[in-house]
């Protein structure tokens, strides 16, 4: 007579997650003033908006999970958006064995085992498409702060560039501008 | 004028064998059934016989291949190959009168007026035979023995030949074509990568094959008659890239051309060919001619929302504006020219350049790209 017996198997998984998006591009800086002249403006700009520097001489913001660095020399911006999340994952399963046909205790243990540590790596899978997903997102989002901010980053550097090349035509007598409509007319006495 | 110069090209199969001219016989010539059939997927690949008979005979396995092939089948297969191929490049431009650099001097001509008989020759190796005979013989889909060789043996006529032989299945066969396209012989060949760069579209980096050759002697002669067909074949994989749904598919394709145009144009640039990029000059006019042009002309086929990452989004759109993107580099080329004084060895050459950027509306052409690419740009300013 065959005899049952149930097997309860249990299985954890403790992982850290993590999903990472960035762009590249470049922000377009007239060059009214030499090159290295235009990016010390960029520069200064942008550190007064929150932006650090580093060592290698580009600039980097972090807001949350989003970096944004720019290298003011060459106007080359990344974005950066990285989630991660450390996820403890755990199940069990029971399973009923018969003492006199099919597979022993300890196979069938292994075999469930087996089964377990699949289904918790593919859980950890869509944990980890979750973050991707956010951190897509959180990069969308930031992209589009950004993008009215960088036209005032590079309206402002514009700006104070054609003053320095004013300036150095001849005297500045006079400066009007429009903060709504952006104009600036300088009138210089050369 | 055709007659005169195939006349003047007699191909040989052999390039030590001596030319000959053999007296034809009286009545036509005969040949057993496997060179009947040979013959005639010959004539298929020079464009001569049609598609649909010929899908028969190539994805049918026929007798095993005779030790070797008569004297008369020979004799047509160099006649078929010294006619066809000189005949087809003729037609695909070489009778043009056009202006091309010869020694940094611009001539003026049709092929055969502005270059010597010694860099107009075609000489082919045994190369063109065994694939032909081992196409005649096997199912390429499913061969009982392989066909390789290594790319370096190759001569411009053979390049030439395979390369049309990709390009006539391409269409009325396409499960033919994949495994040609995997072949050295097409994958390793220049022709083909000029033909077609999406032909080699793989998962991994693309890799074409160095184009110098190409710059210099008959294979340069070969890409001066080919400059309207290229033209015209750059433009529809342009116009294609619309229809591409799928975002993996539309980044391999421009990844492949965007790496040929680069490796191309830096040869041109640095041999000082840049008459033998006319094409992708003309090709930029045709595509860049619409003033209000914008990235969906090539992106807007794309179907669902695509990869997940935002950056593999962005690359598989920014792949798919190659063409633009090289633009820069022709404008490089006629800023360069403008600085070339009339004492200078390259001032002939550096304003044949100008006339051909001037024809085309470089300016604004280049103007355009920019204008496209910055569209597709996210955080433009």
């Known amino acids: ?190 | 004028m055709e007659a005169e110069l195939a006349t003047e090209r007699i191909s040989v199969i052999d390039a030590d064998e001596p030319v000959m001219l053999v007296p034809e016989p009286p009545g036509p010539r005969v040949v057993s059934r496997f060179e009947f059939n040979l013959l005639r997927i010959l004539k298929f690949i020079l464009g001569q016989f049609p598609a649909e008979q010929a899908t028969g005979l190539i994805q049918t396995r026929h007798a095993p291949a005779p030790h070797c092939l008569s004297r008369n089948c020979v004799q047509l297969v160099k006649d078929h190959l010294s006619k066809g191929l000189v005949q087809y490049l003729v037609r695909s431009g070489g009778w043009r009168r056009d202006r091309f650099l010869n020694g940094q001097k611009p001539v003026e001509g049709r092929v055969w007026e502005r270059l010597p008989l010694q860099i107009r020759q075609l000489t082919f190796s045994r190369h063109p035979l065994t694939f032909l005979i081992w196409l005649t013989a096997e199912r390429p889909t499913d061969p009982k023995e392989t066909w390789e060789l290594s790319p370096g043996e190759l001569t411009a006529g053979d390049e030439l030949f395979f390369a049309m032989a990709l390009d006539a299945i391409r269409s009325p066969m396409p499960d033919v074509f994949q495994v040609f396209s995997g072949k050295p012989a097409f994958r390793q060949n220049p022709l083909c990568w000029l033909f077609s760069p999406a032909d080699f579209a793989r998962a991994e980096q693309p890799e074409p094959p160095v184009l110098a050759g190409y710059f210099k002697g008959t294979r340069a002669t070969i890409l001066e008659c080919l400059q309207p067909v290229l033209h015209q074949r750059w433009v529809r994989a342009e116009r294609s890239k619309g229809q591409i749904a799928d975002w993996r598919t539309l980044r391999q394709y421009g990844e492949a051309e965007s790496i040929t145009l680069a490796r191309f144009l830096a040869e041109a640039g640095l041999i000082g060919r840049t008459d033998l990029a006319r094409f992708i000059l003309k090709t930029a006019a045709t595509i860049l001619g619409n003033a209000e042009l914008t990235p969906a002309f090539w992106t807007g086929g794309l179907q669902g929302s695509g990869p997940p990452r935002l950056a593999d989004r962005l690359e598989a759109q920014r792949a798919a504006l190659a063409l633009p993107r090289h633009i820069e580099t022709l404008q490089n080329w006629d800023r360069r020219a403008r600085t070339v004084r009339h004492f200078d060895d390259e001032y002939a050459s550096s304003q044949l350049w100008l006339a051909e950027w001037e024809a085309a509306k470089g300016d604004e052409l280049a103007a355009r790209a920019r204008r496209v690419i910055d569209l597709l740009e996210p955080l433009r300013t």
Do not use: H, W
């Open chain 1, 1 to 190: 007579m065959s005899r049952a017996y149930r097997i309860t198997v249990k299985e954890g998984l403790n992982r850290e997650v993590k999903g990472s998006d960035e762009i590249c591009t470049k922000i377009e800086v007239l060059e009214i003033l030499p090159p290295e002249q235009m990016a010390e403006l960029l520069k200064r700009e942008l550190l007064e908006r929150g932006f650090k520097e580093n060592e290698d001489g580009t600039v980097t913001r972090i807001d949350g999970t989003v970096s944004v660095t720019v290298e003011p020399c060459s106007g080359e911006i990344t974005v950066k958006s990285e989630s991660a999340e450390k996820v403890s994952l755990e199940a069990n399963r029971e399973v009923t064995g018969y003492d006199d046909v099919g597979p022993g205790e300890g196979a069938l243990r292994e075999r469930v085992r087996e089964q377990l540590k699949q289904e918790l790596e593919r859980k950890a899978e869509r944990e980890s498409e979750r973050l991707q997903t956010e951190a897509t997102k959180n990069l969308e989002q930031a992209l589009d702060d950004l993008q009215p901010e960088l036209g005032k980053v590079i309206n402002k550097v514009t700006r104070d560039a054609l003053k320095q090349k004013a300036a150095q035509m001849g005297t500045i007598t006079e400066i009007a501008e429009d903060a709504e409509t952006g104009n600036l007319t300088i009138k210089v006495e050369v």
